[in-house]
């Protein structure tokens, strides 16, 4: 859809469009038709999370389409874990997109963040780290949450940790990502009273097992309520903060009985 239904209902009331183009927009079939499948229009107004492509593996003559597409109707696009190949696709119009190449994430319009929700602080353990977490900054930031960074704080230099303790009542939600141990969110859990999002990565010497080793200590923390991601699953962390964040707004936002 090109407008989300609550702005298309306003500008219904406004008198700025017809009843005939609203029931049109309402009925039409919500999947759109790709070469590379079926993007859900209506997925944003049911779960508040916008359809988003997973960049890896996808064919870049189809990907580059999709933009094209998105761009000519000045839509949102959002594509994680970029590849080159992808980007080459699309060499001639990345002047006109959003790259962040750290996060290996691509979009066609960058939101202003919504200060009304709580700040989302992404925590990193080390440096290997650092590429999950922006993933999670990023996709946080273009779900339009105010987000925070604390990188480089491992558990293999407590003191570095210990510094940064003052900043946690900045943050609503925190995403801790780690690879090796995988004991950092562990730490933060038993210190914070913010809900604490895991996200194990695939940092570390053979026997962390591409990740499991970390993913097996976040399950079996010893801080209750800490949610875990799967390996390296930044994106999927900044979208259950976003809906923290969005169940948050709309409780405030409900009246008081």
């Known amino acids: 859809m090109s407008e989300d239904i609550n702005t298309l209902l306003r500008r219904f009331k406004a008198g700025e469009v017809s009843e005939d183009e609203v029931v049109q927009r309402m009925v039409r079939e919500p999947f759109e038709k790709h070469m ?10 049911r779960t508040g999370i916008p359809e988003v492509i997973f960049g890896e593996g996808k064919d870049p003559r189809d990907v580059r389409a999709i933009f094209l597409d998105y761009m000519e109707r000045g839509e949102q696009l959002i594509a994680t874990r970029v590849t080159p190949e992808l980007l080459e696709a699309l060499s001639d119009k990345l002047d006109a997109l959003h790259h962040y190449a ?9 939101p202003e ?28 930031a273009l779900l339009k949450n105010p987000v925070e960074r604390v990188f480089d704080v491992g558990v293999a230099g407590l003191n570095r940790f210990a510094v940064e303790l003052d900043r946690f009542d900045n943050a609503g939600i925190i995403i801790v990502c780690a690879g090796m141990d995988g004991a950092l969110p562990s730490i933060v859990g038993g210190l914070a009273r913010q809900p604490v999002i895991a996200v194990p990565t695939s940092v570390g010497y053979g026997a962390s097992f591409g990740g499991v080793a970390p993913l097996l200590s976040m399950l079996n923390s ?4 800490t949610a875990v991601m799967n390996i390296d699953n930044g994106f999927g962390a900044a979208v259950l903060a976003t809906k ?9 936002a409900s009246p008081k009985g």
């Open 222 to 225: 010893c801080s209750p309520g």
């Open 102 to 110: 750290d996060a290996r994430i691509l979009c066609t319009r960058q």
């Open 36 to 45: 590379i499948g079926r993007f859900d229009q209506h997925r944003e107004a």
């Open 244 to 252: 923290i964040n969005q169940l948050a707004s709309r409780a405030a």
């Open 113 to 140: 963040p919504d200060h009304t929700r709580q700040t989302v602080m992404v925590i990193s353990a080390g440096a290997l780290d650092r590429r999950v977490a922006e993933e999670a900054c990023v996709s946080a």
